[in-house]
DNA sequence: CCCGCTATTTGCGCTGGCGCAAAGACGGCG
DNA sequence: CGCCGTCTTTGCGCCAGCGCAAATAGCGGG
């Protein structure tokens, strides 16, 4: 029975993983949980290392990349609020795939193998949820590598994009804010580009007014433009 | 009760997805399911259609594909005996994300929607297994995209035959050969790049003594000098 | 054994985007 | 308030790999 941050554990009834399980069920859940707590640039797991365990984000953002050998990171997404992470620990993996990295001050609710097994035991439901959740990513990562293979980089950064302000947009006034510090590097590793050219490309934008940016901060202006460039319709006479 | 191809149902017990059923479960399983023939060339489900059945190869290989919008074509993977396919089926998917064609005479287990989940019902451990089975498929996928966000075409296509000769791969004569047909423009989908390109490094790569090319045929004579490539020490001095 | 179709090879020119390098902007901290 | 470290912008040259096009080579069928 964990120590509550700050977000009410009631609150597990809308993690998808723990979906129609019952009240006494995701009670039993919080009951094997434990909470993390994961500064900025905390991590929350590594790379290879044993997976020990199982997490759902409760408040924060975290960044989940691959380091290649020669030592280059990529991005494979980002965690929201509610989302899992860390599925190998429930999928007979034996090490991360990935590290796990805060990019906010974040709190995540864990379970350890062993708790995991056991509630999955009782609650054969949590693994038909994660099945669900399982084919989602796999789907997602799979248009992602389509994307990688048939699309330019500018048609990449749209994407990239549009997929942030989905996952993270915040309405202000001027446009949809991403919530959380989004450097022109960290874009670049997810869209397999580097730097400069997501910087010649977000500045281009920028003159065009589909999206105002600074540092570490990105806002967008014209999600209609954004996809405009993500999907095909090239150009579009400025008018509209 | 399925009428048998010419593979003995009972191997069923070698599938993952059905491990740890005991007899009477696998029974149940095959109770349920029927085959499905697919001459080479044939679709056993296209992109975009309805999710309304889960398949394991029982003889044969099959290709899963991708159609952009502009009309390219993006593999996924190929799936070979014993591998479940059209997994959506299982994971709450409303339609197919990829089509399947089958690249060789081909007999698949089917079983629809109904059937699954009442299986699933009866026996959660299938979940797990399937559960196990897409937690793989995603590493995989993952492990892809980072390829294709960090290496080289002739990197790429190295690690592209690696994985053939890891799953398809038979002992002959003189090397290893891709045990079904495979066209430059196949290895070009799945490395996202051009036949052109292809058919210039595998042309290369025979002047080297790596591979033995022929029409849609490949076979890889020197399976270390592959993995120099596709890893990292580059050239390698002639001599070992 | 020849024909036609498909797969493959290869030359050539072009260019998107990378790599390098250096010069600004922010923003936080002392 | 000014300094410093980090992030960002921008110029410049280069080249991997694409696109186009045309020539070849296998294979299967009649």
Not at 71 to 100: D, K, N, S, W
Not at 122 to 149: F, H, K, S, V
């Amino acid at each position: 029975m964990p120590h509550s941050p700050n977000l009410d554990p009631v609150l597990l009834d809308a993690v998808d993983v723990f979906a129609n399980l019952g009240p006494e069920g995701r009670a039993r859940a919080l009951d094997r949980a434990h909470w993390k707590k994961l500064e900025s640039g905390e991590q929350a797991f590594e790379q290879d290392a044993e997976a020990d365990a199982f997490y759902v984000l409760s408040v924060g953002r975290l960044k989940v990349s691959q380091l290649t050998p020669a030592g280059q990171e990529v991005t494979i997404r980002y965690i929201g609020p509610r989302e899992m992470f860390g599925c190998v620990a429930v999928c007979g993996g034996l090490t991360y795939p990935a590290t796990a990295t805060a990019v906010l001050d974040s709190w995540a609710l864990g379970w350890d193998r062993r708790s995991i097994a056991d509630l999955v035991q009782d609650y054969p439901q949590i693994a038909l949820n994660a099945l669900r959740g399982m084919g989602g990513r796999l789907t997602e990562t799979q248009a992602r590598l389509r994307e990688m293979q048939t699309e330019r980089v500018e048609r990449r950064i749209g994407h990239a994009i549009a997929r942030l302000v989905a996952q993270a947009g915040r309405r202000v006034e001027g446009g949809i804010l991403i919530d959380f510090p989004v450097s022109r590097q960290d874009i670049a590793e997810m869209t397999g580009t580097t730097l400069h050219t997501v910087s010649r490309t977000l500045t281009a934008w920028q003159k065009l007014g589909i999206v105002e940016v600074g540092r570490k901060k990105l806002t967008v202006v014209d999600p209609h433009g954004l996809v405009m460039i993500a999907e095909d319709l090239p150009p579009q006479q400025p008018g509209s």
